[in-house]
């Protein structure tokens, strides 16, 4: 079982719609999670980070953490074309390691 | 302020051989983290030095190694080179934000594109 798991997509939403990403983590002992979105041959850039239950809002961004399901998501809204990336969710456990998902593709079709 | 910087960009080596790969983190980050993003794999937690220490490693073999300088800029090595060691190598650098308590946010470099033949 990996440490973090993500459903490779791809999804596509229109422009306009709210995209919906998920990811769930194995580790009960993960303390603090991250969204971070890279585009084609470029590296990661941090979105938002989130450590306690409940939704954490930035901008268009939302992310929503339940530990009891140990569960995360990220809820994008009004996604625009510059959105569609791929959207890595990281879990960070004792000893400060941080797993990392695959990645969910996003296309914002226009 | 500038970010976190890595070289080369682009590495081709040959099986068997060693590679050194740079990161320099951005100004006033202590930690240093070096992940492998090999295709289809997702990032892999390679190394974490802090403060010029080894302060944790991933599930990857003795022949990954790195350091941390006095001036936080960091080194990993790999030797003997394989096949699958063909991958971005990924840099990344944080300041611990007790405040935050300890989220330690990660900004990534740009990577180092690694082909081993």
């Known amino acids: 079982q990996k440490e973090v798991e993500q459903n490779s997509g791809p999804l596509s939403v229109p422009e306009g719609a709210i995209a919906s990403l998920n990811c769930t983590y194995s580790?009960?002992?993960?303390?603090?999670f991250f969204w971070y979105r890279q585009y084609s041959g470029k590296s990661p850039e941090l979105i938002m980070f989130?450590?306690?239950?409940g939704d954490k809002e930035d901008g268009r961004f939302t992310a929503q953490l339940n530990k009891a399901s140990q569960y995360v998501s990220l809820l994008i809204r009004d996604s625009q074309p510059s959105d569609s990336a791929t959207y890595l969710c990281?879990?960070?456990?004792?000893?400060?390691?941080?797993?990392f998902g695959t990645g969910t593709s996003l296309t914002v079709i226009p | 302020e500038a970010g976190v910087t890595q070289s080369p960009t682009h590495l081709i080596k040959t099986r068997g051989q060693q590679v050194t790969l740079r990161c320099s983190p951005i100004?006033?980050?202590?930690?240093v983290y070096w992940y492998q993003q090999a295709l289809g794999l997702g990032l892999q937690f390679l190394l974490w030095?802090?403060?010029?220490?080894?302060?944790n490693r991933g599930n990857f073999p003795p022949r990954f190694s790195g350091r941390q300088f006095p001036n936080y800029s960091s080194e990993l090595n790999v030797n003997a080179l394989e096949l699958e060691d063909s991958a971005l190598y990924l840099c990344?650098?944080?300041?611990?934000?007790?405040?935050?308590?300890?989220?330690?946010?990660?900004?990534f470099g740009p990577g180092t594109r690694l082909t081993v033949l």
């Open positions: 990344a650098s944080s300041l611990r934000d007790i405040l935050l308590g300890g989220t330690d946010t990660q900004y």
């Open positions: 580790d009960r002992g993960s303390q603090s």
């Open positions: 989130i450590y306690s239950n």
């Open positions: 990281a879990a960070r456990r004792g000893g400060n390691q941080f797993y």
């Open positions: 100004s006033g980050h202590t930690s």
């Open positions: 030095y802090d403060e010029g220490e080894e302060r």
